[in-house]
């Protein structure tokens, strides 16, 4: 599992894709960061910015949803359709341990991510004075901003294990992410109690409030780690398919 995830690792850093959603995720974190800590008027107040990087954050895991797929998209599809997916059909190591070491390989490469985007909130800690900025709070909001990418990673992964085509992997992820964001409000509209009750207690975003307000809920870690461990196992059991089928 751990030469897959080495390897997974070289390659993303070999190729553009590391390197890609590395930018990206750091210039959305820069807007964010600007917009709503340097420039906003807080409550109208006429105080520019927020000593608080938590909004800044919480945003951030609107955007994470829809960048994961630059990660995801070709971590199977890419070997299905160069036919390289062979090497591990027919080796004697488990679909599992290339499926963990895989998964780990984008996991590594969103800490990276993360470790980067630690320069904001260091940057709001050296230029205030009013001890607002609570790390270790930060740090729990980390820890759940870490879980919803790691959720999203693993669903990004099965949809990349059931196609060859990068796009139609990317494709499928941010319909995905699509339905997570307006699934909830969509449900809601219709006015049913019942459908709404079914909403909030799928929303896996409105979970992450719980972190955002400095405490590692037990629901939601649960929650998040049952999520993952839930697509992580349906892509094994797709590709173990395919090694005995050949489908």
């Known amino acids: 599992m751990w030469a897959v995830c080495k390897k997974e690792i070289q390659n993303y850093f070999f190729s553009p894709v590391g390197y890609v959603f590395i930018a990206i995720f750091m210039l959305i974190s820069a807007v964010l960061f600007f917009n709503i800590n340097l420039t906003a008027n ?21 955007y994470l949803s829809f960048i994961t797929p630059v990660l995801t998209m070709r971590i199977f599809a890419e070997e299905r359709k160069n036919k390289t997916d062979q090497l591990y059909l027919t080796s004697p190591l488990s679909i599992t341990s290339v499926v963990l070491g895989k998964y780990f390989a984008a996991l590594t490469v969103l800490l990276i991510a993360m470790v980067l985007n630690l320069i904001f909130p260091i940057v709001i800690a050296l230029y205030t004075s009013s001890g607002s900025l609570s790390f270790a709070m930060l740090m729990v ?29 990317a494709v499928v992820s941010f319909a995905v992410a699509a339905v997570i964001w307006l699934g909830d409000s969509m449900l809601t509209s219709l006015g049913s109690e019942a459908l709404t009750d079914i909403a909030s207690s799928l929303n896996m975003l409105a979970r992450y409030q719980s972190f955002a307000d400095g405490i590692v809920g037990f629901s939601p870690l649960i929650y998040y780690v049952s999520i993952s461990g839930l697509f992580v196992f349906l892509t094994v059991r797709a590709i173990e398919r395919r090694r005995w089928t050949g489908v």
């Open 42 to 62: 807080t409550y109208g107040t006429g105080y520019s910015g927020m000593a608080d990087y938590s909004t800044a954050l919480q945003n951030m895991t609107i």
């Open 141 to 169: 909001q980390y820890v759940g901003f870490f879980l919803i990418g790691a959720t999203f990673m693993a669903i990004g992964v099965f949809v990349s294990s059931m196609t060859e085509s990068q796009v139609v992997a």
